[in-house]
């Protein structure tokens, strides 16, 4: 070291230059309750003065073996999460609930397994895991139980054991599906959402395994209710991820289905999008021609062309609930139940009865 170059001040160099011992300038940080206003007020001002930023939180965080970090695990990458509307109103809702309360959030973005990589995972600086709609199988799950961590899944999936906050995304869907058929359709068409992780686009079976549990739930939701209405055989398209692009691109094969359907229901906002753009791209009209439903209800549905009929779920607030279930566990609290919070279908002018 350069012994022209002025030492970085430390803890000791703010206890000697004040005249008390280290751990009550460790306490002026960590545990102000602990010393008197003027004391304090002693301390800071001499570590101004010395140009002493505080204890490093790397140092502190290997002393306490806690970061206080929650890490936010995705199931795709950042980019792809951002320019989702979901996901981004659901972590702002958390982001929100942990802003302020001395913690950081860590965004761990997903890859081709479905979630974060497991070696990223294991040395992860974080104190408790939120896996955010994340398969059965995703390997960053073991990661997270190795290092036996609190983990807080919204969505998916179903760990016995495990705090979650979900939607009841069958009874969701199952409403949009019978709000159709009470306007009298009988011809359909499914847009859903990837099955497995990395997934392809394509026609599939509706009934088929899928790796997510949204996927399934949404999916049964729909089919079972056009079933109990004598509606079989629905055509269904499976777009790799909720975009706007590959919701059109599905909606151009279900509509070249004969018969072609007069209604579609789609398993988000995103793919619903994508479809009113498909409709208008063959000369159609929405509703007239092909009524549509989402889920979600993202900001932009009701200022879609025309205003989205959809399900309604309050992000925001899945969100929240979520960020207040990750501080209780950072407390040390048991996770309790699941947390389900309502759903509800908003019927706006993308829906009408057949002609």
Known sequence: MD??????????????????????????????DQL???????IMAAALELGYAGPDPVARSLATRSSAAVAFMLGQPLTAAFSDPATSV??????????????????????????????????????????????????????????????????????????????????????????????????????????????????????????????????????????????TDVPTWEAGASRRELGRTGTRWLLGQDPRPTALLCASDELAFGALRAVSDAGLATPADVSVTGFDDVPDAKHADPPLTTVRQPLAEKGRRAGELALRLLDGESPGGPIRVPVDLVVRASTCPPK
Not at 180 to 209: C, I, M, N, Q
């Open 3 to 32: 012994p022209a170059r002025p030492r970085k001040p430390t803890l000791d160099t703010v206890a000697g230059v004040v005249g008390v011992s280290r751990a009550t300038v460790s306490n002026a940080y960590n545990r102000p």
């Open 36 to 42: 008197s206003a003027a004391l304090r007020e002693r």
């Open 90 to 231: 659901v972590l702002d809702g958390l982001a929100s609930t942990v802003d302020g309360r001395d913690h950081c959030l860590v965004l761990m973005p997903g890859n081709e397994t479905g979630g974060p990589r497991p070696e990223t995972v294991a040395r992860a600086q974080a104190d408790v895991f939120v896996a955010y709609s994340l398969p059965d199988d995703a390997p960053a799950l073991a990661a997270v139980r190795a290092r036996g961590l609190p983990l807080l899944v919204i969505d998916q999936p179903v760990l016995p054991g495990t705090a979650r906050v979900e939607v009841d995304d069958v009874g969701g869907a199952r409403s949009a599906a019978e709000h159709l058929l009470s306007l009298g359709h009988r011809r359909f068409g499914v847009l859903t959402f990837a099955l497995h992780p990395g997934g392809r686009s394509g026609p599939v079976d509706g009934r088929a395994e899928a790796s997510f549990r949204v996927t399934r739930d949404r999916l049964a939701g729909f089919l079972d209710a056009l079933a109990a209405a004598g509606v």
